[in-house]
């Protein structure tokens, strides 16, 4: 008889990889990724050019992200550039056992520089567990659009609030000086989240930062004017320059068309003309 053995089964290595980007503006071809460095479980694919923008797409051809895996993404858009990230391809966050999947993010963007930042859901699965830091530095005329999606379970499983912990911490600056701070950790199982699943029961998650050197005028109504079937939006002013606006949606379809419709309104705002290229790109929008 084969002896059996009593040695602990090798755990599975932790991933830790990300992407670091530079756009610079040239005159004579507009905005170009000059600086680029990325590992797995990242992926870029080669850039868009359209309209002096560039437009990177990030997705990851793994699984999605488990316990101990990191994601770095650093991001530098230089004075005049006009750039885009997307990920067009949902991430899952995996059951874990103990631990947490960590992403961390930070963006900069120099005088008159435009950057939107737009990804397909984070998808917290069973028992998952998920902490996100972003930090975000902006010139007094630099243009923003920084979006986050989160889908609170795995809908072709019925799994809905079952994941472990989402913690998120974002800071905004601009010319150094600190513009926003939001920082919050939602434990399901203690009852957090109450409002929210009472609202959708099964509903997603977005949340979008604008940062604008426009004047807002009447933009806060105008958001909250919107009438988006299943979807409600929350919009609110920034100290200076801009606006935060949440979304909660009944489902994954009604909250693409709630993102499209903001989006919308603040890219009209914004009065800069966005490539078609981008909305072709991000294609689990359509």
Sequence with gaps: MAAISTEAVATRPAVLGGARLGYTHRADVGTRLTQQWVRPPLYLAKAYHEKDWAISILTSPTAGLLD????????????????????????????????????????????????????????????????????????????????????????????????????????????????????????????????????YPSGNYASLYYLTPEPLDGLVQALHDLEIADAVIGASPLREGGLGVKLLAKDGISLRKAIFSVRSLLIAHSKLVFPHALQRAQTFFH
């Design 68 to 199: 101990g895996d990191r994601l770095e993404v650093v991001a530098t858009v230089a004075a005049g550039a006009k750039a885009a990230l997307i990920s067009p391809a949902a991430c899952r966050v995996h059951t874990m056992n103990s631990g947490y999947a960590q992403v961390d993010q930070h963006y900069t963007v120099e005088a008159g520089g435009v950057l939107d930042v737009w990804p397909a859901p984070m998808i917290l699965q069973k028992a998952a567990a998920l902490r996100q830091i972003t930090r975000l530095d902006v010139a007094a005329d630099a243009t923003v659009l920084l979006c986050e999606v989160v889908s609170p379970g795995r809908a072709a499983f019925g799994e809905w609030f079952e994941f472990s912990e989402w913690r998120s911490s974002l800071r905004i600056y601009r010319e150094k000086k600190l513009l926003s701070y939001e920082n919050f950790t939602c434990v399901p199982e203690r009852g957090d989240l109450s409002d929210w699943r009472e609202l």
